[in-house]
């Protein structure tokens, strides 16, 4: 037997062997679980022989059956920074550094879902880098950066950005809001306005719908004193 002839069925059969090992090991489980779920090994893309692709999409496959999973809280709804989900999406875009859906809807997950907001904002940066024209994952970035990290300036700087990259023409005078808690209100609703149009996930939609109520009642609550 030629051993050299057979060394990419062996690749292979290393790389089938572990992408079965990660399906096995982690199954969809509910939030009340205490197992907790397999993050993928460091410096994964310098493993993969040239098939960072394929092992992206098995990766994203897999992600996508617990977009919902946090394995610790800090406190209500809201997720243990660098969380299991962060770590999935960060190895996919190593891997794939040009997976827009990982930035897209992965880095809305961890902001809006599991309320990772490290994570999330390493994701939404990375994709922001990545996809420096496209502007809906720019103006999700914007979202994130007013509403979780507290960043007016880069939510206005974002918006820009989006605004020269063929967002509607409104993400100008929304910029210029940023600084009022009536523009962080307006962002939040135009994205969730985003969501519901394209059929997004239901679950991002209803927890959208709950921060702009939350965020609603602080306002109000505010006023009042």
């Not at 069925?9 to 089938?16: D, M, P, R, T, V």
């Amino acid at each position: 037997m030629n051993f050299k002839a057979r060394i990419p069925e062996f690749i292979l059969g290393i790389l089938a062997f572990f992408l079965l090992w990660i399906s096995a090991t982690n199954q969809p489980i509910s939030q009340t679980s205490k197992r907790a779920l397999i993050r993928p090994p460091e410096y994964m893309d310098k493993f993969s022989f040239g098939f960072n692709e394929a092992i992206a999409d098995s990766l994203w496959i897999r992600t996508i059956q617990d977009f919902d999973y946090c394995e610790s809280q800090t406190g209500k709804n809201i997720c243990v920074n660098n969380s299991w989900l962060y770590h999935m999406l960060d190895t996919i875009t190593n891997l794939s550094p040009h997976f827009r859906i990982a930035y897209a809807a992965g880095g809305l997950a961890l902001t809006i879902i599991i309320t990772d907001v490290d994570g999330a904002t390493k994701i939404f940066e990375k994709g922001v880098k990545n996809f420096p024209k496209d502007w809906p994952i720019i103006y999700r970035a914007a979202y994130h950066y007013i509403y979780e990290v507290h960043n007016k300036e880069r939510a206005a700087e974002l918006l820009i950005q989006a605004g020269k990259n063929g967002a509607p023409p409104w993400v100008y005078s929304l910029a210029g809001r940023m600084y009022s808690d009536n523009g962080q209100i307006e962002l939040a609703e135009k994205l969730l306005e985003e969501m519901i149009n394209e059929n997004h996930d239901s679950v991002i939609v209803q927890r959208l719908k709950d921060k702009i109520s939350s965020l609603k009642e602080k306002l109000q609550t505010k006023k009042q004193k």
